[in-house]
T-cell receptor, first 114, second 112 residues
């Protein structure tokens, strides 16, 4: 186990709704990255948070937004859900400043949009 | 940008044999690569990493080889066990804290 936790484990929403996913980073880590993993695909980078600010973003629309809190935990918010948003959402924590910046993943939140 | 891909989507090996999973990348500026193992219903688990100033790195039963000339890396698993059955991803990135770019994954099945 990595020490990165995510909640909830599973979630079912309908199109147009909004969702908030949560992530607690591994102790000592100061950076959280969020990824979307569609079935049968590799994780796709959504964005990264460092020092409570977005620090890099992938090719995702603005309805994907996030927050990072002083304790380095993070939220991913998705507005106006679409069917294609159904995926496993992964967060990964790391420590900026280490020589390798290894990212450790949580177990993910499985989102189903109906 | 970075494009990372895997040569085979599935790989079946006999228990006790060695496994080799291959990965190609496109961005010659990539300087850090990681192999992850993902079991069903779980997040990716870090296996081993390698920086571009190395061509080989060994861990417990695993070895990663990096060939920068042909932009190729491989993961070798010695004495493959049933618990090694999973999807394996390679991921790469440029220097600094840039995002990881993942390949699609190879599903390794171990035949007892």
């Amino acid at each position: 186990e990595t020490g990165v936790t995510q909640s909830p484990t599973h979630l079912i929403k309908t199109r147009g709704q909004q969702v908030t996913l949560r992530c607690s980073s591994q102790s000592g880590h100061n950076t959280v990255s969020w990824y979307q993993q569609a079935l049968g695909q590799g994780p796709q980078f959504i964005f990264q948070y460092y020092r409570e600010e977005e620090n890099g973003r992938g090719n995702f629309p603005p309805r994907f937004s996030g927050l990072q809190f002083p304790n380095y935990s993070s939220e991913l918010n998705v507005n106006a859900l679409e069917l294609d948003d159904s995926a496993l959402y992964l967060c990964a924590s790391s420590f900026v400043g280490s020589s390798y910046n290894e990212q450790f993943f949580g177990p993910g939140t499985r989102l189903t949009v109906l | 940008g970075e494009s990372v891909g895997l040569h085979l989507p599935t790989l079946s090996v006999q228990e006790g044999d060695n496994s080799i999973i291959n990965c190609a990348y496109s961005n010659s500026a990539s300087d850090y690569f990681i192999w992850y193992k993902q079991e069903s219903g779980k997040g990716p688990q870090f296996i081993i990493d390698i920086r571009s100033n190395m061509d080989k790195r060994q861990g417990q039963r695993v070895t990663v080889l990096l060939n920068k000339t042909v932009k190729h890396l491989s993961l070798q698993i010695a004495a493959t066990q049933p618990g090694d059955s999973a999807v394996y991803f390679c991921a790469g990135r440029n220097s600094g804290n840039t995002p990881l770019v993942f390949g699609k994954g190879t599903r390794l099945s171990v035949i007892a």
